[in-house]
């Protein structure tokens, strides 16, 4: 038995236990550039579904002073074959710290890709009027802050964008540690629009749900209209693939707090992880069957919570 057929039998076996195997696609191997595995999704991807977290890069456009992140080109058309092996109709272009502020490959590539997508901005506290009016315009829909990496704007301009957007019915999403998110908590609570956090807040392990943490994000979801995206489950695991078990109970918890304000993502090309180990990216769908296994609510966060969320 192959690595690829032990996992496939294992994550179908998981989809089987949590959803009645209900809908099963026969398998039909598609190779895509940084995503390892060829199978497709073990459960029937509903029409709209949407990736609400990946990005794009391009030597041709310059890295960003001081940014650390910088992997290699992963394509508008490499993409479209993702899509295309997960089912997926909907997507989010983010804009990565590589780039900083300067969103010109993040517009090229939403503009690319066409009505089907959105992007997700990095911007500082310089952003004028009639830049916001025109990257609205482009497609985009949010302003990305993060703590974990060099490059964007730094923290301190967060609020004074979030007063900048509020009238777009933008967002904020934030990439950071379960102790810095304890530590803005007041911040966050005072923004004028909602919060969207990457990577399941990215609580560490093994205290996953259990972090303070999960409490401010809770209390967020509740009285500030916060989002968690049920994304990057390979990046903080320590148990690993194929069941990411303990990023698994986190997501859980999420799904059995607020299913209506979680969406899903892919995280493709998967830039933190290593060349020649990237996660299977039909694991990474197959997963939310495991954590969502009811089928109502695996769509909604799937489909219609996407839509509300980015205006789809």
């Known amino acids: ?26 398998a039909a191997a598609q190779t895509v550039p940084w995503s390892s595995g060829t199978d497709r999704p073990t459960f029937t991807v509903p ?28 394509s508008v058309a490499d993409y479209k074959l ?4 997960l089912g997926l109709t909907r997507h989010v272009v983010v804009q990565p710290s590589t780039y900083g502020v300067d969103n010109s490959l993040l517009v090229e590539s939403v503009k690319a890709f066409g009505p089907t997508a959105r992007g997700i901005a990095m911007l500082d506290a310089a952003v004028t009027p009639e830049e916001l009016k025109r990257l609205d315009g482009a497609g ?6 993060g703590t974990r990496l060099p490059g964007g704007a730094p923290i301190t301009d967060m609020v004074p964008v979030a007063r900048k957007i509020a009238e777009l ?19 966050l609570k005072g923004l004028p629009v909602p919060v969207v956090f990457d990577h399941m807040g990215h609580l560490p392990e093994p205290a996953g749900p259990d972090h303070p943490g999960f409490k401010v994000i809770a209390d967020l979801i509740d009285k500030n209209g916060a989002w968690v995206k049920l994304t990057g489950a390979y990046i903080l ?3 690993g693939p194929p069941t990411y078990a303990d990023r698994g109970r986190l997501a859980r918890a ?59």
């Open 1 to 26: 038995m192959t690595p690829s057929m032990t996992r496939r039998a294992h994550i179908a076996a998981l989809v089987a236990g949590a959803a009645g195997a209900a809908g099963l696609r026969p």
């Open 47 to 74: 029409p709209g579904a949407t990736d609400c977290h990946h990005h794009i890069y391009d030597a041709r456009f310059p890295a960003a002073p001081g940014a650390t992140l910088r992997p290699p080109d992963a």
């Open 82 to 85: 993702l899509m295309r092996r």
């Open 140 to 145: 985009i829909r949010g302003v990305r802050f």
């Open 169 to 187: 019915g933008w967002h904020i999403q934030l990439v950071s540690d379960g102790d810095k998110i304890v530590e803005l908590a007041d911040t």
């Open 237 to 239: 695991s320590k148990v």
């Open 254 to 312: 999420y799904v059995a707090l607020a299913p209506e304000r979680l969406v899903w993502g892919s995280d493709w090309p998967h830039p933190t992880a290593a060349a020649d180990a990237k996660p299977d990216d039909t694991v990474l769908i197959d997963l939310l069957a495991v954590w969502a296994p009811d089928e109502a609510v695996r769509n909604r966060i799937l489909v219609a919570n996407p839509a509300k969320l980015y205006g789809f």
